[in-house]
C-alpha cells in the first residue's frame, strides 16, 4: 500500500491542496471579474455561457453546481442573460 500525501503528523491547513485552491480562487476573482468590467458581459454571464456552449451544463441546477451558484443568484443571472 502507498503512503498517502499527508500524514497525521505533517498535515496542516497551510499546506492544503483544497485551501491553496481556495487561496488561489480567492486571487483570481476580482481580477477575472476586472477584465470584464468594460465588456458586454460579467464573468459570471461569461461563465454561465461558457458551460451551455461546453455542454458542461443543461440545467439551471447543472450550472448552479458548477459554479457553485445559489439557485436564486443564479436565476438573476440567466434573467440578465435573457434581458440582453
Do not use: K
Amino acid at each position: 500500500m502507498t503512503q498517502g500525501h499527508y500524514t497525521p503528523e505533517t498535515f496542516t491547513a497551510r499546506n492544503a491542496v483544497g485551501y491553496l485552491l481556495r487561496c488561489t480562487l480567492n486571487l483570481m476573482q476580482p481580477r477575472l471579474e476586472a477584465l470584464f468590467a468594460n465588456r458586454e458581459f460579467t464573468f459570471v454571464q461569461w461563465c454561465v455561457l461558457m458551460q451551455l456552449r461546453d455542454g458542461l451544463a443543461n440545467r439551471a441546477a447543472d450550472i448552479s453546481r458548477n459554479l457553485n451558484h445559489d439557485s436564486g443568484a443564479l436565476t438573476r443571472v440567466v434573467d440578465q442573460l435573457e434581458a440582453r
